[in-house]
Nanobody, 124 residues
Framework: QVQLVESGGGLVQAGGSLRLSCAAS????????MGWFRQAPGKEREFVAA????????YYADSVKGRFTISRDNAKNMVYLQMNSLKPEDTAVYYC?????????????????WGQGTQVTVSS
């Protein structure tokens, strides 16, 4: 059974930074595309960023491009989301997810394992 555990969320002022971490169980972590999604109250879950199996390719939602950076450490079974220049509209629960496919997908349908989520709140 694959387990994903996020950490690093919290309360930050607009313009500040946070770094989210996701620890994955299992010995095949490097075989899977990993992604971050978020869900704000009353809204649907939306794609934030994804990273290829090797870490050489990344993809971002337009709303976070240039502010967020996804990375991974396959030796440690970890994936990270560095979030800079945070805005109040970034407030959401952030989820780490493991993809079912070999290529980067932006739809949540392409991910079959999810963490429990970590709350990020950005105050204005």
């Amino acid at each position: 059974q694959v387990q994903l555990v996020e950490s690093g969320g919290g309360l930050v002022q607009a313009g500040g930074s946070l770094r989210l971490s996701c620890a994955a169980s299992g010995r095949t972590f490097s075989s899977y595309v990993m992604g971050w999604f978020r869900q704000a109250p009353g809204k649907e879950r939306e794609f934030v960023a994804a990273i290829s199996r090797s870490g050489s390719s990344t993809y971002y939602a337009d709303s976070v491009k240039g502010r967020f950076t996804i990375s991974r450490d396959n030796a440690k079974n970890m994936v990270y989301l560095q979030m800079n220049s945070l805005k109040p509209e970034d407030t959401a629960v952030y989820y780490c997810a493991r993809s079912t496919t070999l290529v980067i997908r932006t739809s949540s349908d392409g991910y079959n394992y999810w963490g429990q989520g970590t709350q990020v709140t950005v105050s204005s």
